[in-house]
């Protein structure tokens, strides 16, 4: 290599060696780029942008057309053959995107006479050869250049749908609006090209006075939609536009005049539309849905936005539960009224299946009867056998009734249909690690890697892989993981599987700051976060003194936090360490009653716990008979897997030092300890075990 090289050069020449050998791999994309350069893909995704101005996929993607160009032009194969060589699975893709990029088509190669791509990105080094005289061209130069790409296929698709403005003079009419809204958010998400914030994360800035830049610095988009909806009685007046947030243009702009029967086509046009001007491609499915109308009934319309909407109102994290049931009431009422006015109406019956599964999941409530989610998504599909949310919601009602080959069935069903569904991947990964298949729930997550395309899809994915390094106790990696978190996040918000993997590598003034530093309300969550953290780091006085705090809260609120679950536990040996040994007592007598009614409740989730802890309590007690009762149990509940790091929080517990000594104790544990490896085997050549370096 010349000694001259720059180390940018040789960064694009290493990269390229890279692309090279794995030219053909059509699943090689940025994330195994990056892990082949050793390097993060942020830091990638920055060093490329430096350097050539090109996002990682579109340096990826170009670099596959050039070799391609090379193929063509010595009439190495058939353009079919050269798509596949290349690292394409279609052809018809391949054609669209080379096309795209230089101008004309793979069977046109051999009549170009001067082979030059329509697009060029320049580097930044260019500008060092405009010639210093022209000073005005070179202010226009660097302004243009300081600017985002205006190429839509270098910039990320990541877009915000905002709240559409209502204009009607009917407040009544905000029902329509958003329901116009959210159809067109809706379909834009099932594009395996974007990345769509949700409804729930847009609606905040409802009111805002953000600027676009500040919402797109926050959400991490380059996109922005907005919208305002009229209704004067049957005709819906009804506007769109979207925003490149960088510099506030406007690339797209509509209006429509029409009847309310043609919001649908209103919806598909705008949808169309928008992945014209972003040079995106739709797939068959999803052009097939955009035009053909879910009903023709305009009434059977109005009341299914109206339910769509209660629906929506009913967020059980901000509601009493009164409030909230009634939301679901009116919800139901709604649809069924769409579906008198069109039996045939399939959202509609999506819409039930939707408002029937989340009201009777809940825990709050005594009877979980799903029998009815069942029957409305298979009329759905019936109905249309290629509805994806149909296969989505008959996965949730398997998986909620433990038929998990059934759910894993339909959640791959909903991914043939649209392929960027994150959350039918991470219900697959759940799902593959219940059933003891972790290779598949980490190759799954690999493929996920390829929709991580926004800040929150990153977070989401990096807080997955930590949960991997955790059962395979590397902590480097949790640690790397969590850094990239950081690196990304605008708005940091507590973690409490951040305070956890603390406390599992025993560090433990790190989780006492953590908590001290993100949680600053006198509350149980961290008044029993702080008095765990103490009780392990052996810190009895300051244990004492929150565990106090949380106990006197609970006796008062109730148990409101997962942090006080165990504070009658909790409280009571850091009572009998500092010698307060039957109070201590009673305390824990307190909780194996508290245990109790968890285990024998409709409600619990968390029954291998329960019986975890109340095993060491009658451990404590020398009540061997309850104690052998609680750890079978526990192993029928396939305790050591609830949470695969278990066995090394057991391990590390104040606890172990005493449980050890008795036979059925270290026998469960061995059992644990061999499932936890054979689960490490399964996973560790899938996944680096050493954080990735910076070539700097």
């Known amino acids: 290599m010349p000694e001259n090289i720059s180390m940018d050069d040789e960064f694009i020449q290493k990269l390229k060696e890279i692309l090279e050998s794995n030219l053909s791999n059509e699943n090689f994309g940025v994330k195994e780029l990056a892990v082949e350069a050793g390097i993060s893909r942020s830091q990638l995704h920055r060093r490329l942008h430096d350097t050539v101005s090109k996002s990682s996929s579109q340096f990826i993607r170009e670099y596959r057309l050039q070799k391609a160009m090379e193929m063509l032009k010595a009439n190495a194969a058939t353009a079919s053959e050269i798509a596949y060589r290349v690292g394409f699975s279609s052809p018809t893709y391949f054609s669209t995107a080379f096309k795209s990029f230089y101008g004309y088509s793979p069977g046109e190669v051999k009549f170009q006479k001067a082979i030059k791509p329509l697009k060029k990105t320049f580097s930044k080094k260019l500008v060092a050869i405009v010639p210093v005289i022209i000073l005005v061209g070179l202010v226009v130069f660097n302004e243009a250049f300081n600017k985002a790409p205006s190429d839509a296929s270098e910039i990320e698709k990541t877009i915000v749908v905002l709240p559409f403005i209502n204009d009607s003079d009917n407040e009544e009419n905000l029902y329509f609006c958003n329901g116009i809204m959210a159809g067109i958010r809706d379909h834009l998400a099932k594009i395996p090209e974007y990345s769509v914030v949700s409804r729930r994360s847009a609606e905040k800035y409802r009111k805002t006075s953000s600027t676009l830049k500040e919402i797109g610095s926050e959400l991490g988009i380059n996109y922005v939609i907005e919208g305002h909806v009229q209704r004067i009685g049957d005709r819906a007046i009804i506007s769109a536009e979207l925003i490149q947030v960088s510099d506030n243009k406007v690339l797209w702009s509509e209006s429509y005049n029409k009847d309310v029967s043609e919001s649908f086509a209103v919806q598909a046009n705008v949808v169309e539309s928008i992945t014209n001007k972003l040079e995106t491609i739709l797939s068959p499915n999803l052009s097939k849905e955009l035009s053909t109308p879910p009903t023709q009934d305009k009434l059977a319309y109005e009341y299914y936005l109206r339910g769509e909407e209660y629906r929506f109102k009913a967020y059980r994290p901000i509601q009493k539960n009164d409030v909230w049931l009634n939301l679901l009431k009116k919800a139901r009422l709604s649809y069924e009224l769409a579906l008198k006015q069109d039996s045939l109406f399939v959202p509609a019956y999506l819409g039930l299946a939707r408002t029937s599964f989340e009201k009777n999941i809940s825990y709050v409530l005594d009877e979980n009867n799903l029998d009815e989610v069942l029957m409305y998504a298979n009329r759905a599909l019936q109905l249309n056998p290629n509805s994806a949310n149909a296969y989505f919601i008959r996965a949730n009602y398997y998986r909620a009734n433990h038929q998990y080959e059934k759910a894993i069935t339909d959640y791959q069903r909903t991914l043939e249909i649209i392929p960027n569904n994150t959350v039918a991947y991470y219900s697959l990964i759940n799902l ?265």
């Open 432 to 696: 593959y690690k219940r059933n003891n298949n972790y290779k598949d729930a980490v190759l799954t997550l690999q493929k996920l890697e390829n929709f991580a395309i926004s800040r929150s899809d990153l977070i989401r994915l990096y807080n997955t892989y930590i949960g991997f390094y955790r059962i395979l106790n590397e902590h480097d990696m949790v640690d790397y993981y969590y850094n990239l978190i950081n690196e990304i996040e605008t708005t940091p918000s507590f973690d409490m599987g951040r305070f956890w993997s603390y406390i599992q590598s025993n560090r433990f003034d790190e989780p006492i700051n953590y908590v001290k530093e993100n949680q600053h309300e006198d509350n149980q969550q961290r008044n029993g976060l702080l008095a765990y953290a103490y009780y392990r780091k052996k810190d009895t006085l300051k244990a004492l003194e929150y565990y106090k705090k949380c106990f006197e809260q609970v006796e008062k609120e109730g148990m409101n936090s997962l942090a006080s679950m165990f504070v009658y536990s909790g409280y009571g040996y850091a009572l009998i360490r500092a010698g307060q040994i039957d109070k201590g007592k009673e305390l824990l007598r307190k909780q194996i009653s508290i245990n109790n009614k968890n285990v024998n409740s409709k409600r619990s989730r968390d029954k291998p716990i329960f019986h975890l802890y109340s095993f060491e309590i009658y451990a404590y007690f020398e009540e061997y008979e309850e104690m052998r009762d609680q750890i079978q149990k526990f192993e029928e509940e396939n305790g050591w897997l609830y949470w695969e790091w278990m066995v090394f929080w057991v391990q590390n517990d104040h606890s172990y030092e005493f449980l050890s000594k008795i036979p059925e104790f270290m026998t469960s544990i061995e059992k644990g300890e061999k499932q936890v490896r054979e689960i490490q085997n399964q996973i560790r050549s899938y996944l680096p075990v050493k954080p990735p370096t910076d070539i700097d």
